[in-house]
T-cell receptor, first 113, second 113 residues
Framework: GENVEQHPSTLSVQEGDSAVIKCTYS??????FPWYKQELGKRPQLIIDIRSNVGEKKDQRIAVTLNKTAKHFSLHITETQPEDSAVYFC????????????FGRGTSLIVHP | NAGVTQTPKFQVLKTGQSMTLQCAQD?????MYWYRQDPGMGLRLIYY???????DKGEVPNGYNVSRLNKREFSLRLESAAPSQTSVYFC????????????FGPGTRLTVL
């Protein structure tokens, strides 16, 4: 089955800095890669996703890049703000059958004011 | 729309007790999921249901049973709770198709003594 590794497990930055979270996946057939943000005590919520036919996608201060050859994808957050502090999860899934994403173990991002 | 709702929010059980976690969604989604979240372990799939009347095991199904009561409701039952089942449990739902957002419930924090 699919295996998703996520690094780092904890990331501490100063407000205004950029943050990068990286994930690797094992199944070359995976073609959809969502990212979820979970604030403390809250539910995970989708913040951005990317499909395998696209190399990069941006939404304001957030971007995701995908390297299919290397089987890795990354979340980039620019001009970080304290409200970006949360746990971020990457996931990977493939077409065919039921939609069952495999999640990474999460990255705790701490943005210091 | 309420989205995905779960009850209860918190629960404390003694080893060997049983309980059912309830989940309902009002988005007319076919797919529903139960995850458990433990520190540093990400979101691990317990069971999922691709449609009313069908259920399938996920990564960590041992010690759990599920029922897809109707299209809206998907319950998770612990027949004989064990301390290893202490966790935060999330229900989720998604539309049909592959490139779809999962919507999560608020979670149930379960402690088994």
């Amino acid at each position: 089955g699919e295996n998703v590794e996520q690094h780092p497990s904890t990331l501490s930055v100063q407000e205004g800095d950029s943050a990068v979270i990286k994930c690797t996946y094992s199944d070359s057939a995976s073609n959809y890669f969502p990212w979820y943000k979970q604030e403390l005590g809250k539910r995970p919520q989708l913040i951005i996703d990317i499909r395998s036919n696209v190399g990069e996608k941006k939404d304001q201060r957030i971007a995701v890049t995908l390297n299919k050859t290397a089987k890795h994808f990354s979340l980039h957050i620019t001009e970080t703000q304290p409200e970006d502090s949360a746990v971020y999860f990457c996931a990977a899934s493939k077409s065919g059958g039921s939609y069952i994403p495999t999640f990474g173990r999460g990255t705790s991002l701490i943005v210091h004011p | 729309n309420a989205g995905v709702t779960q009850t209860p929010k918190f629960q404390v059980l003694k080893t060997g007790q049983s309980m059912t976690l309830q989940c309902a969604q009002d988005m007319n989604h076919n797919s529903m999921y139960w995850y458990r979240q433990d520190p540093g372990m990400g979101l691990r799939l317990i069971y999922y249901s691709a449609s009313e009347g069908t259920t399938d095991k996920g990564e960590v199904p041992n010690g759990y049973n599920v029922s897809r009561l109707n299209k809206r409701e998907f319950s998770l039952r612990l027949e004989s709770a064990a301390p290893s089942q202490t966790s935060v449990y999330f229900c989720a739902s998604s539309n049909d198709g592959h490139y779809n957002e999962q919507f999560f419930g608020p979670g149930t924090r379960l402690t088994v003594l």
